[in-house]
């Protein structure tokens, strides 16, 4: 017998962004159009063909750990446990009642410990070939890591593991934990992503893929999705976390609950190793799969916070699959990237999003694409792309996508929570 699928709610979320180190610091930065982009500070990047990166601002490991544990822990993790942290407290998970063998942590990282690969590398080059490795060398580096402090933080002995693709993997992190609290294999799950690599090896990696912006006259304007003289994202670092959690066991322990996981979708394009395919099929069978997944028509869709990273293709490709998709109820959506803003964060790049669109839903409030001087007549100008400023509107319903080289979509769903 098929037992109907169990509802997921948002209980908490916490977040670190280039545009600040609390929810509320970021959300604030997204509503009055905050650039977060300046030149890097984490090392001399003066040869680098871009100097500038979204890094957090003030964000010091001993504000989170002691020294000892500090030095366990690759800087993506410490985002993650940092950010996780605030999110179970918002969510009240860390209270007592909570079944601990019931609550699972789905973590996600594009690329994990690049920072301690990088240390480890050029401490082994600068010696004689005698090996002398740190004994926490693999275990700071390696991607699931940052999951399995969570879970020994509080003891949360659910399911635990990470999910990696590319710059959709937190949004995979989403589906995977939504999945399995619909299943009645959990009844909260931690997820999000972390992403630290404005590193040597981040940044000259991209820029030899020629990925990243140049704009080195002008950083706090170089994330220009939609805009005709866009030329690459900027790259970001920082982390999110969302709590997830079953309805009945939210509503049973009193929890405040901030919106509903309607459903989210998968898809591969099939088609590149980091081109969008060009007409957008990956694209369009990912929203279209999410919202079949969630029981919902593209009417029912107010605001669209899109992957929009700068790219010359893949803003094209995107924009033009949600006119496919939503035909025109397009017209009727308020369409926003806060890359603009933030940066891309890569693996973290959908948590953070996602919060972003939550706030949005509980707060009615658009936030802003900005950097947008001159329209792209390969870009439909007379979508609402939110350019310049929030916009105030009742949102029911946002759709947030993320895609990631080697051809990865995910959307996901997230609704106003109706009891």
């Not at 609550?103 to 600068?126: D, L, N, P, Q, R």
Request: charged share 20%; hydrophobic share 40%; net charge negative.
């Amino acid at each position: 017998m098929n037992l109907p699928l169990k509802r997921v709610v948002v209980t908490g979320i916490g977040a670190l962004t280039p545009l600040g180190n609390t929810v509320s610091d970021y959300w604030n930065g997204l509503v009055n159009g905050v650039s977060g982009a300046d030149f890097i500070k984490q090392f001399d990047a003066s040869k680098f063909k871009t100097r500038f990166a979204c890094e957090l601002k003030d964000y010091k490991p001993e504000n989170y750990f002691d020294r000892k544990e500090a030095r366990k822990l690759d800087r993506f993790s410490q985002l993650a446990v940092a950010t996780a942290d605030q999110a179970v407290k918002h969510a009240g998970l860390d209270q007592e009642g909570i079944n601990h063998d019931r609550v699972g942590v789905i973590w996600a990282s594009g690329i994990g410990g690049m920072i301690t690969f990088i240390e480890e590398m050029k401490g082994y080059f600068a010696g004689d070939g005698t090996p002398r490795f740190n004994p926490f060398f693999i275990p700071k580096m390696i991607l699931d890591i940052a999951a399995g402090h969570i879970s020994m933080r509080y003891g949360f002995r659910g399911p635990n593991y990470a999910t990696v693709s590319a710059c959709a993997s937190s949004t995979n992190s989403l589906f995977d934990g939504l999945n399995l609290i619909r299943l009645g294999k959990a009844d909260a799950i931690i997820t999000g992503g972390s992403e630290a690599v404005i590193t040597e090896a981040g940044v000259g990696g991209f820029n030899a893929m020629k990925a990243l912006s140049e704009r080195n006259d002008d950083p706090k304007t170089a994330s220009r999705p939609f805009d005709l003289n866009r030329d690459g994202f900027v790259l970001g670092e920082g982390a999110g976390a969302i709590i997830l959690e079953e309805y009945e066991h939210a509503k049973r322990r009193g929890a405040n609950i901030l919106v509903e996981l309607a459903g989210g979708g998968l898809s591969a394009d099939a088609y590149h190793l980091t081109a969008p395919h060009p007409e957008g099929l990956g694209v369009i069978n990912v929203m279209k799969n999410a919202l079949e997944d969630a029981g919902m028509q593209p009417e029912d869709i107010d605001y669209i916070n899109v992957h929009g990273t700068s790219t010359p293709l893949g803003d094209i490709s995107e924009v033009a699959a949600i006119e496919k998709v939503f035909g025109e109820h397009a017209y009727k959506l308020n369409i926003s990237s806060t890359k603009s803003m933030t940066g891309h964060l890569l693996g973290a790049a959908g948590a953070i999003e996602a919060i972003a669109s939550i706030l949005s839903i509980m707060h009615g409030v658009v936030p802003p694409t900005i950097n947008h001087f001159t329209d792209d007549p390969a870009i439909n100008p007379n979508l609402n792309f939110t350019f310049h400023k929030p916009q105030q509107r009742i949102i029911n319903a946002a759709l947030s996508n993320t895609f990631g080289f080697g051809g990865h979509n995910a959307s996901v769903i997230f609704k106003k929570y109706q009891p």
